[in-house]
């Protein structure tokens, strides 16, 4: 009986840890001044006030994490390093807080500085006002990042600024990228405008679909892309601008 009872006891236990570790959560705000990880164990992460990771600094985040954002607060990396590689099958998400999120209703991750080191894979980027956006939100010069294999959705802008873009989906969003570098292999479907502003590079092997515009005021090539089922199309090419099939 003694040792049933003991069985029992334990299981309990175990059974509240584990209960505590799936519904924990973590709150974040303010300065990081250290290497830091954000971890799938402590995940969800909840933004409640700006948090910005100081120069030289390196934010880790593990794949499986989600970070929520409470209204109008952004993730600020200055100067900094930011690693947030999902897989195919554990992605990263950032998103808003609320329980009825609106496009806009977080501001942005912020990537304060020219050549820092980022790395997105396989992320998730959900009701900011801009998902990723570089130097100020505007055009970011000798600053190429790469963010591949990753969802832009219900956001005002997904990417703004210079960046390397490569097999990421871009939908419901007033905005798909304004002023973005090479874009390669991606999809733009059901958003206001797919693609504004590229400056003097490639978009090649993409798809825009059932946007209200699928291309405005581009400079650089079009190559081997698919744009169908838009209001209108391509809208406005400079001069620079070079269509190939």
């Known amino acids: 009986m003694k040792n049933s009872m003991k069985k029992i006891l334990l299981t309990v236990i175990l059974l509240t840890v584990v ?3 799936i519904n924990g959560q973590t ?3 303010g300065g990081i001044y250290s290497n830091t990880v954000w971890t799938l164990a402590n995940s969800p992460y909840i933004v409640t006030d700006t948090v910005v990771v100081f120069p030289g600094v390196t934010l880790t985040i593990e794949p499986g994490v989600v970070v929520k954002f409470d209204n109008l607060v952004e993730l600020e990396i200055r100067q900094a390093t930011l690693i947030a ?5 554990d992605s990263i998400t950032f998103t808003s807080n609320s329980s009825s999120p609106v496009p806009g209703i977080w501001d942005k991750i912020f990537l304060n500085a020219d050549y820092l080191n980022l790395q997105f894979n396989y992320c998730n980027f959900k009701y900011a006002n801009y998902g990723v956006c570089f130097n ?7 600053f190429n990042p790469i963010i591949k294999n990753s ?7 997904g990417i703004v600024g210079f960046g390397a873009i490569d097999s990421c989906v871009f939908r419901n969003n007033a905005n798909g990228t304004d002023g973005a570098g090479n874009i390669n292999h991606c999809v ?8 504004t502003g590229n400056t003097q590079e490639t978009i090649k092997n993409c798809t825009l679909d059932s946007n209200q515009i699928g291309m405005v005021y581009i400079n650089g090539t079009i190559n081997n892309c ?5 209001q209108t199309g391509i809208n406005f090419c400079n001069n620079a ?5």
């Open 19 to 21: 209960s505590f570790g």
């Open 27 to 29: 709150y974040v705000s």
């Open 85 to 89: 590689l999902g897989t195919s099958t």
């Open 136 to 142: 100020s939100c505007t055009y970011a010069n000798y």
């Open 151 to 157: 969802n832009f959705m219900y956001n005002n802008y």
């Open 188 to 195: 733009f479907s059901n958003n206001g405008t797919g693609i």
């Open 226 to 230: 698919t744009v169908k089922y838009n």
């Open 241 to 245: 601008a070079r269509i190939l099939f």
